[in-house]
């Protein structure tokens, strides 16, 4: 059974930095493309950085290019997404979730968490 627990989501001010952690389990986690994706109130979900198997290749929407940064560590099975800069749009709740196969895409993912809240005061 595959489980994707994300965890780090919290209350912060406009400016302040966050660190997201998923940790993967029930899945050969480095044959596995994996994402951060988020849901504010009333909108849809939207992809935000995803990240190869091997680490070499990252890909961010352009709404947190430049601020935010994702990682892994397959010797852990996690997942990490590094928020910089926060901002009161960036209010969601942010997902992990995985796919396999090589490419680093925005949609077709197979495995999802359960969510982090993340909530930034302006």
């Known amino acids: 059974q595959v489980q994707l627990v994300e965890s780090g989501g919290g209350l912060v001010q406009a400016g302040d930095s966050l660190r997201l952690s998923c940790a993967a389990s029930?899945?050969?986690?480095?044959?596995?493309?994996m994402g951060w994706f988020r849901q504010a109130p009333g909108k849809e979900r939207e992809f935000v950085a995803g990240i190869s198997r091997s680490d070499s290749t990252t890909y961010y929407a352009d709404s947190v290019k430049d601020r935010f940064t994702i990682s892994r560590d397959n010797a852990k099975n996690t997942v990490y997404l590094q928020m910089n800069s926060l901002k009161s749009e960036d209010t969601a709740v942010y997902y992990c979730a995985g796919r396999t196969g090589r490419a680093v895409l925005t949609t077709g993912y197979d495995y999802w968490g359960q969510g982090t809240q993340v909530t930034v005061s302006s």
């Open positions: 029930g899945l050969t986690f480095s044959r596995h493309t």
